[in-house]
């Protein structure tokens, strides 16, 4: 299942962006969509996840209380509103969906079956 990521670019610090990513719709419990980033030399990194079902959100510490990730079932999108924005989030920010996914797995990267091919975010200081 292809994911289409859009909505990154550039913006200065302390500015906001929303990412939107479509995916295939899920009722299963076990089913997560989250967002993960990559910056240049850094391997990739957990953001934010939510199961569809129950819409239980999960976030890396570090960006927990700046950015917010949620869903449209109508729609079947996830998205990530991103506040607050510092030089250290410019990375290439991937969405990902996976069908099993075990509550003691969710920030890994290998728990996600299917990914979107990533969208740039630049902040400048």
């Known amino acids: 299942v292809q994911l289409q990521a859009c909505g990154g670019g550039l913006v200065q610090a302390g500015g906001s962006l929303r990412l939107s990513c479509s995916v295939s719709?899920?009722?299963?419990?076990?089913?997560?969509a989250g967002w993960f980033r990559q910056a240049p030399g850094k391997e990739r990194e957990f953001v934010a996840t939510?199961?569809?079902?129950?819409?239980?959100?999960y976030y890396s510490d570090s960006m927990k209380g700046r950015f917010t990730i949620s869903r449209d079932n109508a729609k079947n999108m996830v998205y990530l509103q991103m506040n607050s924005l510092k030089p250290e989030d410019t990375a290439v920010y991937y969405c990902?969906?996976?069908?099993?996914?075990?509550?003691?797995?969710?920030?890994?990267?290998?728990?996600?079956?299917?990914w979107g091919q990533g969208t740039q975010v630049t902040v400048s200081s």
């Open positions: 939510i199961n569809w079902s129950s819409q239980s959100a």
């Open positions: 990902a969906a996976g069908a099993s996914v075990i509550l003691s797995n969710i920030r890994s990267p290998h728990a996600y079956g299917n």
């Open positions: 719709k899920r009722t299963a419990s076990r089913y997560y």
